[in-house]
Nanobody, 119 residues
Framework: QVQLVESGGGLVQPGGSLRLSCAAS??????MGWYRQAPGKERELVAR???????NYADRVKGRFTISRDNAKNTVYLQMNSLKPEDTAVYYC???????????????WGQGTQVTVSS
């Protein structure tokens, strides 16, 4: 059974930083990443990374967010810098088995962690 344990969300002022972590157990996945969903909006990709280190970022977070993973710990991280109020959302960890072109074969979701950017 796959379990995902997320941590690191919270309240931060604009311009601040947060680091999210997601530890997976029960299986290995070649893709790990983060999605987010703001109130009244659809869930959207933030960033994802393969076991080989290939990354994919949403345009609106490029240059501010960095995704990384520790394959030995089966854990993915999201370092979020220069946070903006529009980054406020519930952030969901996603782990998946993907094939070429990021086509998802199997995926699992975490329970979500709230990130609020406000002064």
């Amino acid at each position: 059974q796959v379990q995902l344990v997320e941590s690191g969300g919270g309240l931060v002022q604009p311009g601040g930083s947060l680091r999210l972590s997601c530890a997976a157990s029960g299986s290995m996945f070649n893709a790990m990443g983060w999605y987010r969903q703001a109130p009244g909006k659809e869930r959207e990709l933030v960033a994802r990374i393969t076991s080989g280190g290939i990354t994919n970022y949403a345009d609106r977070v490029k240059g501010r967010f960095t995704i990384s993973r520790d394959n030995a710990k089966n854990t993915v991280y999201l370092q979020m810098n220069s946070l903006k109020p529009e980054d406020t959302a519930v952030y969901y960890c996603n782990v998946a088995r993907v094939i070429a072109g990021w086509v998802t074969v199997t995926e699992y979701w975490g329970q979500g962690t709230q990130v609020t950017v406000s002064s």
